[in-house]
């Protein structure tokens, strides 16, 4: 079985939990699967992808020590754990089929509190049974994994930057071994706390992974966090809601905000004096990474917020030697952290699959994904995501 652990999930879709059982516990929603790789073809895969979900859903449930190791964690609340305890996946709320172009459908529908758990560890499912048949040169992989490393530690030495950055590659990972040898390797040689550099390696979202490695788990909010707001409350609003809501269930803690679930543009307007001062930074995940960054400098020095103070995170698509050019760029102006995915877990020499699992209805309404990169983007009713634009539009000109 490839998952073999209910901890083998990102640290955010357990903090969102967490808000939704004490938010919005009744709400029931809608995720799609899409495959942005074209020509991938998974007719010969498809019935060992519902074979793993499937048994997945049989054979897993969290343990007494996976519980343990939660509640340590500051942010996780003594119900949240109850709620674990008794948890169990589904596998009645999950579709799995593919149609007659070989492309692979996958639909989840149930309620939020018990569905939000499905899509790092169907991803990581879909991910490792393709990626088996595109390559399994692990010595090709640990050979690029030590060069990522030299490029920290170069820019570091050569040039006293800094390169801060955290594993999200669970969900596009060529393997679960690949994962552990990839990160095994940072942990050993590019660790923070190993190496006694303020440069390398701070966590990874993966709470399995940091749980076995005793290294910090990574994650605040998703894209569906803020998405799920359009139909919980007035769409106009939805934004500053689900910032507001994640403020009141978090207190300060995990503060970094997500910027581009309707784009930049709108982001910047809601993220107004209050948002900026309580919020730690933001996540940049979609557009041209160094306008965003210049963007959001120039918005706190509006507000008088020296942004010396405050940390973007970018996370789009990155590898290492673009994470050390934003480094470079942003060095001295704004604090800035990096989170790489699919070219830590999955660099074998064929290109990984770009897949995603994205929340498209809640309540029954459609809910949008609207990205500053168009094709990241995501929505089952393009007339919503036009009234949506709309409404953001005409919010911006009062």
């Given at each position: 079985?490839?998952?073999?652990?209910?901890?083998?999930?990102?640290?955010?879709?357990?903090?969102?939990?967490?808000?939704?059982?004490?938010?919005?516990?009744?709400?029931?929603?809608?995720?799609?699967?899409?495959?942005?790789?074209?020509?991938?073809?998974?007719?010969?895969?498809?019935?060992?992808?519902?074979?793993?979900?499937?048994?997945?859903?049989?054979?897993?449930?969290?343990?007494?020590?996976?519980?343990?190791?939660?509640?340590?964690?500051?942010?996780?609340?003594?119900?949240?754990?109850?709620?674990?305890?008794?948890?169990?996946?589904?596998?009645?709320?999950?579709?799995?089929?593919?149609?007659?172009?070989?492309?692979?459908?996958?639909?989840?529908?149930?309620?939020?509190?018990?569905?939000?758990?499905?899509?790092?560890?169907?991803?990581?499912?879909?991910?490792?049974?393709?990626?088996?048949?595109?390559?399994?040169?692990?010595?090709?992989?640990?050979?690029?994994?030590?060069?990522?490393?030299?490029?920290?530690?170069?820019?570091?030495?050569?040039?006293?930057?800094?390169?801060?950055?955290?594993?999200?590659?669970?969900?596009?990972?060529?393997?679960?071994?690949?994962?552990?040898?990839?990160?095994?390797?940072?942990?050993?040689?590019?660790?923070?706390?190993?190496?006694?550099?303020?440069?390398?390696?701070?966590?990874?979202?993966?709470?399995?992974?940091?749980?076995?490695?005793?290294?910090?788990?990574?994650?605040?909010?998703?894209?569906?966090?803020?998405?799920?707001?359009?139909?919980?409350?007035?769409?106009?609003?939805?934004?500053?809601?689900?910032?507001?809501?994640?403020?009141?269930?978090?207190?300060?803690?995990?503060?970094?905000?997500?910027?581009?679930?309707?784009?930049?543009?709108?982001?910047?307007?809601?993220?107004?004096?209050?948002?900026?001062?309580?919020?730690?930074?933001?996540?940049?995940?979609?557009?041209?990474?160094?306008?965003?960054?210049?963007?959001?400098?120039?918005?706190?020095?509006?507000?008088?917020?020296?942004?010396?103070?405050k940390t973007v995170v970018f996370s789009d698509g990155l590898d290492?030697?673009?994470?050390?050019?934003?480094a470079r760029y942003f060095d001295g102006r704004i604090k800035t952290?990096?989170?790489?995915?699919?070219?830590?877990?999955?660099?074998?020499?064929?290109?990984?699959?770009?897949?995603?699992?994205?929340?498209?209805?809640?309540?029954?309404?459609?809910?949008?994904?609207?990205?500053?990169?168009?094709?990241?983007?995501?929505?089952?009713?393009?007339?919503?995501?036009?009234?949506?634009?709309?409404?953001?539009?005409?919010?911006?000109?009062?």
């Amino acid at each position: 079985m490839i998952i073999e652990s209910m901890l083998d999930n990102d640290q955010y879709k357990f903090t969102m939990l967490q808000g939704v059982l004490h938010q919005h516990p009744a709400a029931m929603v809608e995720y799609l699967f899409k495959c942005r790789t074209p020509g991938a073809d998974f007719r010969a895969h498809v019935n060992s992808i519902a074979k793993e979900v499937s048994e997945m859903c049989k054979e897993l449930r969290f343990t007494k020590e996976d519980l343990e190791y939660l509640g340590d964690l500051r942010y996780i609340k003594s119900d949240t754990i109850q709620f674990l305890k008794l948890f169990r996946f589904d596998y009645d709320y999950v579709n799995i089929v593919i149609d007659g172009s070989g492309d692979l459908c996958i639909l989840i529908e149930g309620p939020w509190l018990h569905t939000i758990l499905f899509e790092v560890p169907i991803l990581s499912i879909v991910s490792e049974i393709y990626s088996r048949d595109m390559g399994k040169d692990f010595e090709y992989a640990n050979k690029k994994t030590l060069e990522k490393i030299e490029i920290v530690h170069r820019l570091y030495n050569e040039e006293g930057i800094s390169l801060f950055f955290a594993d999200f590659g669970g969900r596009r990972r060529h393997s679960v071994e690949a994962h552990r040898r990839a990160l095994q390797l940072f942990v050993n040689r590019c660790w923070i706390e190993r190496t006694n550099r303020s440069t390398g390696l701070v966590g990874t979202s993966n709470v399995m992974l940091a749980k076995e490695y005793g290294i910090k788990s990574i994650g605040t909010m998703a894209h569906e966090w803020i998405q799920a707001h359009q139909a919980l409350c007035r769409v106009a609003d939805s934004q500053s809601m689900a910032l507001e809501n994640w403020a009141k269930e978090y207190r300060g803690d995990l503060g970094i905000a997500l910027s581009d679930t309707i784009g930049l543009k709108y982001f910047l307007y809601d993220f107004d004096m209050y948002f900026s001062k309580l919020f730690d930074g933001s996540r940049q995940d979609s557009g041209d990474p160094y306008k965003y960054g210049d963007a959001i400098i120039k918005h706190y020095e509006s507000m008088n917020i020296n942004p010396k103070t405050k940390t973007v995170v970018f996370s789009d698509g990155l590898d290492f030697k673009k994470a050390a050019d934003l480094a470079r760029y942003f060095d001295g102006r704004i604090k800035t952290s990096f989170g790489i995915g699919t070219n830590f877990t999955n660099d074998f020499g064929p290109k990984a699959l770009q897949i995603v699992l994205k929340m498209t209805k809640c309540n029954g309404q459609p809910v949008a994904k609207m990205s500053d990169t168009p094709e990241k983007g995501m929505c089952t009713d393009q007339s919503y995501v036009s009234y949506l634009k709309d409404i953001f539009d005409r919010r911006i000109a009062r």
